[in-house]
T-cell receptor, first 111, second 115 residues
Framework: KAGVTQTPRYLIKTRGQQVTLSCSPISGHRSVSWYQQTPGQGLQFLFEYFSETQRNKGNFPGRFSGRQFSNSRSEMNVSTLELGDSALYLC??????????FGPGTRLTVL | QKEVEQNSGPLSVPEGAIASLNCTYSDRGSQSFFWYRQYSGKSPELIMFIYSNGDKEDGRFTAQLNKASQYVSLLIRDSQPSDSATYLCAVNPPLYTSGTYKYIFGTGTRLKVLA
């Protein structure tokens, strides 16, 4: 069974731009969660989607948004990028929302 | 007080020894607990989960949960240099206290197994 895939793997953007990251979960998994990982803050929860509905949301500004499609693929969008948004963005999929399996991540650098 | 706390390490153990990694959490009603291993430059990999008090063994790994004391630990027997990584503890707090959070991760403990 294929694992979680994320595209692109690396991104370089400038302040003020927007970015869209994509995640394809493990086949059959309906829950997709997004996390931001930075050296200083560790892994921080952004939001979780289940069957196309946002089920949980962390404490991030409204510039961070996401959605899930009917095939369970998910996208995350960050608008008006700031230097502090530079991080590894991880997507995790889960069958029921319990044990989560992470993708390889997208490393975003904001210049 | 952080919601999930781990000693950042590094924890250094000789090859073949038992590595003991600890994690404490603040929300007494937390339901489920996970250990992830993260190699440098890689994404976290789920290695153990535990829901009930007591021990759960899987190969060289044993997860221990004590809800009364609010800690969860991971023991790695016969440690190998390939076990050198950062180990992340994750806790699933109850919705009535967490509001929107579903998983809270500790900042991880760096383990170094010396050959």
């Amino acid at each position: 069974k294929a694992g979680v895939t994320q595209t692109p793997r690396y991104l370089i953007k400038t302040r003020g731009q927007q970015v869209t990251l994509s995640c394809s979960p493990i086949s059959g998994h309906r829950s997709v969660s997004w996390y931001q990982q930075t050296p200083g803050q560790g892994l921080q929860f952004l939001f979780e989607y289940f069957s196309e509905t946002q089920r949980n949301k962390g404490n991030f500004p409204g510039r961070f948004s996401g959605r899930q499609f009917s095939n369970s693929r998910s996208e995350m969008n960050v608008s008006t990028l700031e230097l502090g948004d530079s991080a590894l963005y991880l997507c995790a999929s889960s069958l029921r929302g319990t044990e989560q399996f992470f993708g390889p991540g997208t490393r975003l650098t904001v210049l | 007080q952080k919601e999930v706390e781990q000693n950042s390490g590094p924890l250094s153990v000789p090859e073949g020894a038992i590595a003991s990694l600890n994690c404490t959490y603040s929300d007494r009603g937390s339901q489920s607990f996970f250990w992830y291993r993260q190699y440098s430059g890689k994404s976290p990999e789920l290695i153990m989960f535990i829901y009930s008090n007591g021990d759960k063994e899987d190969g060289r790994f044993t997860a221990q949960l004590n809800k009364a004391s609010q800690y969860v630990s991971l023991l790695i027997r016969d440690s190998q240099p390939s076990d050198s990584a950062t180990y992340l503890c994750a806790v699933n707090p109850p919705l009535y206290t967490s509001g929107t959070y579903k998983y809270i991760f500790g900042t991880g403990t760096r383990l170094k197994v010396l050959a």
